[in-house]
């Protein structure tokens, strides 16, 4: 099992900026892929970004693309999520996700990531 705890959401105006830490916890973190994924009132789950084992692989979804940055510290079991020049469309609830395994050309599949934390509010006013 592997237990993930996310922080960093708040309120923000537009254009703003945010850091979200999600600490992983139960398993060796090096052995996971990481992603964020977030939702919205009346929204599916969409994906944000994605981080490999070692950190040499990242994608992101077109609407983050530029803005947004997904890292991480394998020393401290915790992967980042960089938001700046926030929107209010950006507002949601981001959960980040782990995987050991996934098929990369369906990274953005939800159902391909194993574990989940609770998520961290992130609210943008215009």
């Known amino acids: 099992q592997v237990q993930l705890v996310e922080s960093g959401g708040g309120l923000v105006q537009a254009g703003g900026s945010l850091r979200l830490s999600c600490v992983a916890s139960?398993?060796?973190?090096?052995?996971?892929?990481m992603s964020w994924f977030r939702q919205a009132p009346g929204k599916e789950r969409e994906f944000v970004a994605v981080?490999?084992?070692?950190?040499?692989?990242?994608y992101y979804a077109d609407s983050v693309k530029g803005r947004f940055t997904i890292s991480r510290d394998n020393a401290k079991n915790t992967v980042y999520l960089q938001l700046n020049s926030l929107k209010p469309e950006d507002t949601a609830v981001y959960y980040c996700?782990?995987?050991?395994?996934?098929?990369?050309?369906?990274?953005?599949?939800?159902?391909?990531?194993?574990?989940w934390g609770q998520g961290t509010q992130v609210t943008v006013s215009s």
């Open positions: 996700a782990a995987a050991q395994q996934i098929v990369w050309i369906r990274h953005y599949d939800p159902t391909q990531y194993d574990y």
């Open positions: 139960g398993r060796t973190f090096s052995n996971y892929h």
């Open positions: 981080i490999s084992w070692g950190g040499a692989t990242t």
